[in-house]
């Protein structure tokens, strides 16, 4: 697998299995065909794959200017960076698909559900919903921000290879039980999350050959 890297910083954070990159864009060659990461801001990204744009949590603060009209939309939670009716009517066209948890259906009726561990394959993309939750972190004692069951982290299958976006979690047993991912996008925004530690604790449990840290605006990470 060939990584092409623009624009590139480090973070001082012990990755220790694999290879780290925050980055402007990322391309990617699977076989025959490239893969396109553009980041966006925060959760929002865009890949661009096979002719077609895969949109996840797009959202009205990042820059869309240039970009294609979506042909997939991943969403992986309910709040409003993840969930931003606005900016996904922007970047939809009559025929995109979306594809999203259950928690959203009275906002997106039209979308595709998948409930954590379900599968399904849309233009091409082999895309399994993994678990994204709280462990601890919450507003209150016994309360989470991210309750179980209610986000979706993705791994799409793409070309024999496979890129996981971890979606609103922490260092959860279902994102340690990962295998076979080449490119992992994972969370770090405390207190919502987990801190850059904890991430690079559970990365190394799962051991993906190169990871991108996101999620993390207004931080100083």
Not at 7 to 31: H, T
Not at 95 to 117: D, R
Not at 126 to 150: D, T
Request: glycine letters at 6%.
């Amino acid at each position: 697998m060939l990584v092409a890297i623009k624009s590139c910083g480090l973070s001082a954070v012990p990755w220790s299995c694999c290879s780290v990159v925050l980055l402007s864009v990322i391309a990617v060659a699977f076989a025959q065909q490239q893969v396109e990461i553009v980041p966006i801001t925060h959760a929002s990204m865009i890949l661009k794959w096979d002719g077609k744009a895969i949109y996840v949590d797009p959202w009205s603060q990042g820059k869309y200017d240039g970009q294609p009209k979506a042909d997939l939309i991943l969403i992986t939670d309910i709040h409003q960076d993840h969930l931003d009716l606005k900016q996904i009517a922007a970047v939809r066209k009559p025929e995109t698909i979306i594809v999203a948890p259950p928690a959203v259906q009275s906002s997106i009726a039209e979308a595709q559900f998948l409930k954590n561990g379900e599968r399904t394959e849309v233009l091409g993309i082999g895309i399994e919903a993994v678990p994204a939750y709280n462990l601890k972190q919450g507003p209150s004692a016994g309360q989470v921000f991210h309750p179980k069951g209610r986000g979706n982290g993705y791994v799409l299958s793409m070309s024999g290879k496979r890129i996981y976006i971890s979606g609103d979690t922490e260092c959860i047993p279902e994102m340690k039980r990962l295998t076979n991912i080449d490119i992992a996008f994972i969370c770090m925004n405390l207190p919502y999350t987990m801190p850059p530690e904890e991430a690079a604790q559970c990365v190394n449990e799962f051991r993906p050959r190169v990871v991108y840290p996101y999620h993390y605006r207004g931080s100083d990470l």
